[in-house]
């Protein structure tokens, strides 16, 4: 069965810093690996996805996610933390067999970037 | 930016009553799906819809549980006689493919009491 780990609930990052929320995979095949974004009270935003290709993908908001495949990890990344940032993170993978076409959700990661 | 569109936001219902969610999925969009957020807790998937009928569904969707897309733009989520545990936040999605991105809605937050 498709998983994902988050291992870490929080990760508090002080403004202008890098942030990197961490994000594990189990898949057979190929993963299909998605980040979304929810902010206090929102839905949930798609932020990036890796479908195949380049392993360092670009997404929203200045976001991008490394895909190691060795490591089977997704981590999420930034260069430079803003206030604004500060959010709740989820790592997907996207099943997709016969039939079946869902995300299953890690736990979630809440950033708490600081002034 | 096309988006999809749940309503109501907010829903406080008493136990034992039926609730009716409302979502209208990005307009070319043909799949759907709904899931769920207990507070603090997981992202879950109920429900996937493709060519008006179910395609694939959770251990939660239950017989209390039904979907449906009465008409060519709303897909709604019927839950009859909800519980207290029913209470959660509810995400419609939808995608244009299989295998392409899944955009979500807002939310719909039901409280039972």
């Known amino acids: 069965a498709q998983s994902v780990a988050q291992p870490e609930d929080q990760v508090n990052v002080a403004e202008g810093n890098p942030l990197t929320v961490k994000c594990t995979y189990s898949?057979?095949?190929?993963?299909?690996l998605f980040w979304y974004v929810q902010y206090p009270n929102r839905g949930l935003q798609f932020l990036l996805k890796?479908?195949?290709?380049?392993?360092l993908v670009k997404g929203s908001y200045g976001f991008e996610a490394e895909f190691n495949k060795s490591q089977t990890s997704f981590h999420l990344k930034k260069p430079s933390a803003l206030v604004s940032d500060s959010a709740l993170y989820f790592c997907?993978?996207?099943?997709?067999?016969?039939?079946?076409?869902?995300?299953?959700f890690g736990t979630g990661t809440r950033l708490q970037v600081f002034p | 930016e096309p988006e999809v569109t749940q309503t109501p936001s907010h829903q406080v219902t008493q136990m034992g009553q039926e609730v009716i969610l409302r979502c209208v999925p990005i307009s070319n969009h043909l799949y759907f799906y709904w899931y769920r957020q207990i507070l603090g807790q997981k992202v879950e998937f109920l429900v996937s819809f493709y060519n008006n009928e179910i395609s694939e569904k959770s251990e939660i969707f239950d017989d209390q549980f039904s979907v449906e897309r009465p008409d060519g733009s709303n897909f709604t989520l019927k839950i009859r006689s909800t519980k207290l545990e029913d209470s959660a936040m509810y995400f419609c999605?939808?995608?244009?493919?299989?295998?392409?991105?899944?955009?979500f809605g807002e939310g719909s937050w039901l409280t039972v009491v």
């Open positions: 997907a993978v996207r099943q997709l067999l016969y039939n079946t076409d869902k995300l299953i």
């Open positions: 999605a939808s995608s244009d493919q299989v295998g392409n991105t899944i955009y």
């Open positions: 898949v057979s095949g190929n993963p299909y």
């Open positions: 890796y479908i195949t290709g380049d392993n």
